[in-house]
């Protein structure tokens, strides 16, 4: 057993845990964040995804202890408190979810992508890189116009931070 | 059409709980004192158990129990049972073989269920089951179901001689061979329609939980029909008598056919939790549920189409083996029977048609319906042919559709089916014009200049949906009727609780039912809620599957809402001392026609609770409930186009345009409607280009998990252009058909008519994957 701490969608979180256990499985189980889900037993779904210290992790791929000190970021911590995190917002506008069960990981996902291409995304880059996360109900069409939706939204936003910095 | 009633583009009410982290599915549910379960399963395709050891495992850390089949026997639970009858043509029942949840005497797939561990964590459970030690005897096993008919291949039930579990027909078979005698041209192919894997990304999971005091069982499931499933574990399975049984399918992850069923699983966490004394939960792994979720597809079949001088179609002739699997699934038996034969006539006038189909025992997953469910197979095999046809008459693929095309309506086709509307021409018209179909040439000239390949395939299917009348499908050898129910219920302040039968996995009902109420009596749809997928909240209800939610299940909200608005108008009416006739009911307020007097909805509602001012004799309150059974099926139908780009060095085939044209009937909702043709045509497309099963000869699973089976990823995919056309449904209050099932049916054979098209050949095994498209190139090279 370990003892695990890390802080998690900005609360500092501590517990208990067999050596063998996933960081999916500490979060679901440990600290009730369901919201982060199981899709498949090899990394291959994405299902899981988060962001550990600001990038986007499988949570399956992690043990649980080593996370221990990371600042993770699950769905649930996404929105701003009532508000929507755009790419939320952009899913349920462009219904880009049906079962809603790979959908956190999208999300997690899109967001992620989003922040790692400041300068804006097209169709084929995006589907290229949600290569690692599997939908079987919407056939993704919907999913990456979302995304590219998203992406303006958050650089308009950006774009008016700065003018309002400067 | 109001801004959130029928037809509008409603974003969806329940997107805010799956987008923040707050679904609720199964896994997700925590009750006090839960333990967990883990399967043992059997290696072997078929075996004979000869012992089963559990002692090191009942010794293990957090061991609570370990459970065998013979002590499910010894407590009455039953086995498990294909719920349509099937004749064969010599009148004989069809052979169905003892399927026991948990297997005691032997095993006939790799993952049947064999002995089941809880423990107090997911892990010891785990550790435990590895601990059980089984010894088997090995017997010679079959996966493919044409030599599973042989004489010598091994007898997997001892009800089923040679593996057969029915020989069944349809059609006239004396008119059919004489069509095809004196045929102008007849085309000849064998089919083979790939077995899938349904793959909802949700795994399947159970929670068992018996209540000792009340002598009462609570079953959390990823079911598409909790009702089902109450009936079938309380009628036939013996878990517990129906009053004593509820049954929750909460937030499910997708279904695609897949959680219609009752596994072994759930029956046996519920008799587990009696037997422990705790709550039971077991959440599959996804190579179990790529074991043991019932499989889809799996045809080989034979075809003859004879034409006449004029190139119209004059007789079918079909014969199919369908590959059934170890046991027989819940509705195993109808897929190729009542859902595949029934629609072989197409979208085509066809004025003889015999259909042979034998389905077989195999060492392989239980196969059953799978998104489409036998009409994916009915059209893909009449659409490679048809295509077929085309090449060899030397005629276009179009226009030799167009001219077999049915015209008028109704239509009965030699095959059950009634056609009641339809217009195929402007589905063909709207996708050829959506593909530029004419511009074709120019751009396959174009990719040559590139070194690529460029083909064009179209498929013009129909289906059959709103699964159905319940004495027509009784005849047919159904076990339950196919109606839905639908609860409206106004509550004192004037919002509104619709509890319906059907059930949502990723349909949007909260949303599409939400505004079918909207549009009826001019309130929000945040005033409205759906409630489904509990026993003890919805009397009754037959679920979600076959593209029924529509135009049953909201059909069935409608015929209770016609209630609710006579109720409404005969109070307001009163309230207005005017006469009911006069009453409409416009923007929320009940109105005297031609008026200024009118009651907002809300004081009707409260005046119809407080009944302090209520027709003589009028009873108190206002909530009406309808069952509602169709008076026959519906017939989506549409026309797809492919075109694919194909690399002769790779063999990749890239899908450079996909063009879909569907003819639903009335819609609800177009965004949740273009959504569902997304889906369904990712899936076809996956069954043409990735998605392959494969057994090796012993019975083994090779592609069990996500990296050995291809599932269709966002690169693999185009964006798709959609379009829709409308005869509305006669036989409904709706209007509807129904969506849910096309895109998986009409997309196949369009995707395989453009890459045999593109290389010069006739036929290519699906999934055509990059190896196998550069074989057929190399082989057109020598």
């Known amino acids: ?166 | 059409m109001g801004i959130e009633g029928v037809g509008a583009r409603v974003a969806r009410k329940e997107d805010k709980r799956f987008i923040t982290g707050a679904g609720r599915y199964v896994d997700d549910m925590v009750v006090p004192g839960m333990k967990h379960a883990a399967f043992v399963r059997s290696p072997h395709a078929h075996a004979e158990i000869k012992k089963i050891d559990v002692k090191k495992a009942q010794a293990m850390p957090g061991v609570i129990g370990v459970l065998t089949g013979k002590e499910l026997k010894a407590d009455g639970i039953g086995n498990l049972i294909c719920g349509w009858m099937i004749h064969s043509k010599d009148g004989s029942p069809m052979k169905m073989g003892a399927w026991s949840p948990l297997a005691f005497d032997r095993v006939r797939y790799v993952g049947d269920a064999v002995v089941i561990v809880v423990a107090e964590t997911k892990g010891q459970a785990r550790d435990a089951a590895e601990a059980v030690d089984i010894t088997y005897k090995e017997l010679k096993a079959v996966v493919d179901a044409p030599k599973a008919l042989e004489r010598s291949a091994p007898q997997i039930h001892p009800e089923a001689d040679n593996n057969l579990i029915f020989d069944w027909e349809l059609g006239d078979s004396t008119a059919t061979n004489a069509a095809i005698k004196a045929a102008a041209h007849v085309t000849r192919m064998k089919i083979v329609n790939n077995r899938l894997v349904p793959n909802a990304m949700e795994p399947r999971a159970a929670l068992g939980y018996y209540d000792k005091a009340e002598d009462h069982y609570t079953c959390w499931t990823t079911s598409q029909n909790p009702h089902l499933a109450r009936l079938v574990m309380s009628a036939f399975y013996n878990v517990a008598p129906e009053n004593k049984l509820r049954v929750i399918a909460p937030d499910v992850g997708g279904g695609f056919g897949s959680k219609i069923y009752i596994y072994p699983e759930e029956i046996i966490c519920l008799w587990a939790s009696k037997k422990t004394g705790v709550p039971v939960k077991w959440v599959a792994d996804r190579t179990e549920s790529f074991l043991t979720d019932a499989h889809g597809r799996d045809h080989v079949s034979t075809v003859e189409m004879a034409f006449d001088k004029d190139h119209r179609i004059t007789g079918l002739k079909v014969d199919t083996i369908a590959n059934l699997g170890a046991y027989m699934s819940l509705f195993s038996s109808c897929v190729p029977t009542y859902l595949y034969a029934t629609l072989l006539s197409g979208q085509y006038d066809i004025p003889a048609i015999h259909a042979n189909v034998r389905a077989v025992y195999t060492n392989t997953a239980p196969v059953d319906a799978y998104r489409g469910a036998g009409r994916p197979e009915a059209t893909y095999l009449l659409e490679r042919t048809m295509e077929t046809a085309a090449r060899e008459l030397g005629v276009s693929p179009a226009e030799l559709r167009r001219k077999n095309f049915i015209t008028s309506f109704p239509h009965q086709t030699p095959v059950i089916m009634n056609y009641d509307a339809g217009d195929y021409a402007a589905s063909l018209d709207a996708a050829m014009a959506a593909s530029d179909y004419a511009g074709f040439a120019k751009r396959k000239a174009a990719a040559a200049d590139r070194g690529k390949l460029r083909g064009i395939g179209m498929s013009s299917y129909i289906e059959a949906c709103g699964l159905a009348p319940s004495a027509a499908v009784g005849s047919l050898g159904a076990g339950v009727g196919l109606w839905e129910s639908a609860e409206v219920r106004v509550n004192a302040v004037g919002t509104i609780e619709v509890l319906t039968g059907s059930h949502s996995h990723g349909q949007g009902h909260e949303t599409t039912f939400a505004q079918l109420v909207s549009q009826r009596f001019g309130v929000p749809i945040d005033s409205v809620s759906i409630v489904h997928g509990d026993t003890d909240k919805v009397q009754m209800g037959m679920g979600s599957y076959g593209s029924r939610s529509g135009a049953v299940g909201m059909s069935a909200v409608a015929k209770a809402l016609d209630k609710v608005e006579a109720k409404a108008k005969k109070i307001a009416a009163h309230l207005l001392e005017a006469d009911e006739g006069d009453i409409v009911i416009e923007n929320g307020a009940l109105k005297v026609t031609g008026t200024d007097k009118s009651v907002p909805w809300f004081q009707m509602a409260l005046a119809a609770y407080t009944a302090h001012n209520l027709p003589g004799g009028m009873e108190p309150g206002l909530k009406e409930t309808s069952f509602y059974d169709p008076s026959n099926f519906t017939f989506p139908a549409g026309c797809y186009v492919c075109e694919v780009e194909i690399d002769p060095e790779t063999g990749v085939t890239e899908i450079v345009q996909f063009v879909a044209a569907d003819d639903f009937g009335n819609i609800i909702n177009p965004m949740i409607v273009e959504g569902q043709v997304h889906g369904g045509v990712a899936q076809g497309i996956g069954q043409a280009l990735l998605e392959g099963t494969r057994y090796d000869a012993s019975g083994q699973l090779l592609t069990a998990s996500y990296m050995d089976y291809t599932m269709p990823r966002a690169d693999d995919l185009p964006s798709f252009k959609v379009s829709t056309s409308n005869t509305p449904c006669p036989g409904n209050p709706l209007g509807i058909k129904g969506c849910g099932e096309a895109g998986a049916i009409g997309s196949p054979p369009a995707v395989i008519n453009a890459i045999t098209d593109a290389i010069g050949i006739t036929d290519i095994a699906m999934p055509a994957s990059p190896s196998t498209v550069w074989a057929a190139i190399r082989a057109t090279k020598h």
């Open chain 1, 1 to 166: 057993m370990s003892d695990i701490s890390l802080t998690v969608n900005g609360k500092r979180v501590s517990g208990t845990a067999e050596d063998r256990t996933l960081l999916v499985h500490f979060l679901r189980e440990n600290l009730g964040l369901t919201g982060t889900h199981v899709g498949c037993d090899t990394s291959q779904c994405g299902a899981c995804v988060i962001h550990v210290d600001g990038k986007a992790v499988k949570s399956c791929t992690m043990l649980a202890v080593q996370a221990s000190g990371s600042n993770v970021v699950t769905i649930e911590g996404l929105a701003d408190g009532a508000d929507l995190h755009p790419v939320q917002a952009a899913f349920k506008e462009h219904h880009g979810l049906q079962c809603g069960f790979c959908t956190p990981g999208m999300i997690m996902a899109a967001t992620d992508m989003i922040n790692r291409h400041p300068e804006g995304l097209d169709e084929a880059t995006v589907r290229a890189e949600l290569e690692g996360n599997i939908c079987r109900c919407t056939g993704y069409h919907n999913i990456v116009k979302a995304i590219l939706a998203a992406s303006e939204t958050m650089a308009k936003g950006a774009r008016r931070k700065a003018k309002q910095a400067a």
